[in-house]
């Protein structure tokens, strides 16, 4: 099955910094989701990555997948304290989607 | 109002008791999922349905039971719940025709079992 790692677990910042979060797949992505969960809420959507290489932003984050598409990162520039919350990445198992894995998270805290 | 929404919220049950949260997608999703969130595990898939009347094990499957006769419609049942199963429940759509990958989540369910 599909193993997603994530790191750091968690992370504290000053607010106006950047920070990275990396997420890290056992196998090849066919593609590469991240969320975001605002604590005791559901997931919301930000971005998908398909293509090696590729690179997605928007407005102050920015994320990347490799070109071998084992690896992703999730950048935030200048965090606010509406950034502040977990991050998971996820994949599709296979090309139909059906077996949609996610990884552990990333609790950001952003301290202003 | 159009959407993902889960019943209950908010659940305190005794184990050995059966168990159904609700969720119900307004936009005609064709896949269904349900996961359940831990700490230490992140989210889980325990069960998904590509179509109605089709369904199919996730990641930790054991204890649930899941119908989906109706598209809109995808209940998760604990049949007799334990403790271990008292968790925040997740349940989440999405239309693969479009091939976006988003999944639209619900707003989560809260169960404890004492």
């Known amino acids: 099955s599909q193993e997603l790692e994530q790191s750091p677990q968690s992370l504290i910042v000053q607010e106006g910094k950047n920070l990275t979060i990396n997420c890290t797949s056992s196998?090849?992505?066919?593609?590469l989701y991240w969320y975001k969960q605002k604590y005791g809420e559901g997931l919301i959507f930000l971005m998908m990555l398909q293509k090696g290489g590729e690179e997605k932003s928007h407005e102050k984050i920015t994320a990347k997948l490799d070109e071998k598409k084992q690896q992703s990162s999730l950048h935030i520039t200048a965090s606010q304290p509406s950034h502040a919350g977990i991050y998971l990445c996820g994949a599709d198992g296979n090309n139909y989607g059906q077996n949609f894995v996610f990884g552990p998270g990333t609790r950001l805290s952003v301290l202003p | 109002d159009a959407g993902i929404t889960q019943s209950p919220r908010y659940k305190i049950t005794e184990t050995g008791r059966q168990v159904t949260l609700m969720c119900h997608q307004t936009w005609s999703h064709s896949y269904m999922f349900w996961y359940r969130q831990d700490l230490g595990h992140g989210l889980r898939l325990i069960y998904y349905?590509?179509?109605?009347?089709?369904?199919d094990k996730g990641e930790v499957p054991d204890g649930y039971v899941v119908s989906r006769s109706k598209t809109e419609n995808f209940p998760l049942t604990l049949e007799s719940a334990t403790r271990s199963q008292t968790s925040v429940y997740f349940c989440?759509?999405?239309?693969?025709?479009?091939?976006?990958?988003?999944?639209?989540f619900g707003e989560g369910s809260r169960l404890t079992v004492l």
């Open positions: 196998k090849t992505l066919y593609g």
């Open positions: 349905s590509a179509a109605a009347d089709i369904t």
């Open positions: 989440a759509s999405s239309d693969r025709l479009r091939n976006t990958g988003e999944l639209f």
